[in-house]
């Protein structure tokens, strides 16, 4: 018997209004589809937001999608004739469409299997098992577990037929929900580098609309090289997907995959679209070293930041000597309390600091996350937090509002806690959206002080803010601007 065909696809993407619109490779469908090619499976990916980039409709009040139109994707499907059709979903504010084009999708084709994964349905995955239009949820990592199923589902595997034996699955039984246990990948080794051959690798590259892009024109592209994260940060939805318990890449599979992205798709510029890309500073070392020695001659960047405790003056030299051009760190408060006791990340601010006037030193641009709005904070906490924020010597700040995703211990400290503003709506979860109310402060008086500390600091430091700016501008001029006048009239209005 032939294999199935499996679709997996990524829907279209939700931003608030005056947000810009990005486009990046969805890294985790190509690990899975190369670990089912590598099985014999028939496997094909859609990414909604890449193939309908240029169609944005309104989602409702503030919102928008751009992607392709459902009527589009049942085409896709219709096309392709799967049985099993794998659904991602990494963000909760994506969570309506995705359910409106599992339901669309389980109308037209009743046969097909619908299997969601992703970081919101492993959080929600007994809300959404409910749904008659869903067979299936993978939670956490679904490389093996999506394997699993699949050869369950064709009488295939070595196990019983059982899909008590598949880990990671959510799933109706005789009327009962059935949760099997979480497992964790522990040699990521063994897997595939992502089937990039799947995805129209030439569009994202000429898109150039990637979170961490620092060189305007280059060729570029994203990797992960690790997963886990061992800080308890309360804001942090991850560890739901990929655990505290930090699993890397070996130095020499990174250096293979680079100099294997560099060969098939020509790209001067790596994202590195880990956590904790330095968190274990000896295979960091390994993989700089081994950079400059195999003459990888890339620039490189780290957007979604690294772990400031495990950096030092060597490390960041190396790192600049073998190609980083810009570094994301995460501060997320420049209050030592707010740090230490509500948002628990173990960072000293005076070593940080340090570490940042380092990177001054050795001219390596530098842009700082920041994080307010928790319960526990006060309005003085906060503008204290700002005050650092506004004066730290970095190219650039980044302002966030602290936002309730479900599955993270800040929803459980909100909900039980009562913090949930009335107006509460998961629709909306973003970090320029405050939903959080305490007695010390309300969502508006949170949004108007990041907003206020973004100009602010804008207008203290306007060449890094124009450098910024100008890349963003380079990219895509139309979204660039009403991303500056949205955040003027954010700062001016509120």
Known sequence: MPAPRVLLMSPPSRLIEGESRMASPPLGLAYMAAVLERNGYDVKILDCTAEGFDTVTHYGPGLIAYG??????????????PSVVGISCLFTVCAPIVERLSELIKEHFPSVKIVLGGTHPTVCAEDLIQKDYVDFVVRGEGEHAFLELLNHLQGTSETSRSFREVCNLTYRESGRIVSTPQQFIRNLDELPTPARHLLNMEFYIEKGLMQGLADRGSRATTMITSRGCPARCVFCSIHSVWGYRYRAHSPNYVLDEVAEIKRLYGVSQIIFEDDNLTLNRKRAEEIF??????????????PNGVALWALNESLLRMMKEAGCVWLTVAFESGDQETLKNIIRKPLNLVKAAELVNICRKIRLPTTAFFVIGFPGETNESMKRSMRFAEDLPVDSISVMIATPYPGTELMNICVQGGYLAKEYQRDKLHVRVGQ???????????????????????LKHPFGTLRRLWRKFYRSPSDTLRFILTRVREAVLH
Do not use: N
């Open 68 to 81: 392709l139109a459902p009527e589009e994707i049942v085409s896709a499907v219709l096309d392709y004739q």
């Open 289 to 302: 070293r081994g950079m400059k020695e195999r003459k990888l001659d890339l620039h490189w960047t780290t």
């Open 436 to 458: 959080i109310v305490t007695p010390d402060f309300q969502p508006r008086d949170v949004e108007l002080l990041a907003s206020r500390t973004m100009l602010r600091r804008a």
